[in-house]
Nanobody, 126 residues
């Protein structure tokens, strides 16, 4: 399984960025998707996740109201829409997928995920 993340970018604080992650080999109907990030010197942390049905989403507290996770099943792509960016959002962002039996559940722990993208650098300047 390959997850193809696009380039991130250098953004100004307050700006917006949408990160796509294509997963052409992944049957989205059987997999839940997640986004994580890792800032320099810090551990990888949960950002957002979506159930395989697309009906349930979850976010880390600091991202609620600013970030949105979504999927386009026709394109086998999961997106992370990031708004009102802050310098503390600077990190390498990773997409991940996991096969899951429940259609409405998702995981917030990194260890639960089976496959990972290579990571995309997002830098937010003040």
């Amino acid at each position: 399984v390959q997850l193809q993340a696009s380039r991130g970018g250098l953004m100004q604080a307050g700006g917006s960025l949408r990160l796509p992650c294509a997963a052409p080999d992944v049957p989205f109907s059987r997999y839940s998707m997640g986004w994580f990030r890792q800032a320099p010197g810090k551990e990888r942390e949960f950002v957002a996740a979506i159930s395989r049905s697309g009906d349930s989403t979850g976010y880390a507290d600091s991202m609620k109201g600013r970030f949105t996770i979504s999927t386009d099943n026709a394109k086998n792509t999961v997106y992370l829409e990031m708004n009102s960016l802050k310098p503390e959002d600077t990190a390498v962002y990773y997409c991940a997928v996991v096969a899951i039996s429940s259609s409405s559940d998702y995981y917030t722990g990194a260890r639960s995920y089976d496959y990972w993208g290579r990571g995309t650098q997002v830098t937010v300047s003040s």
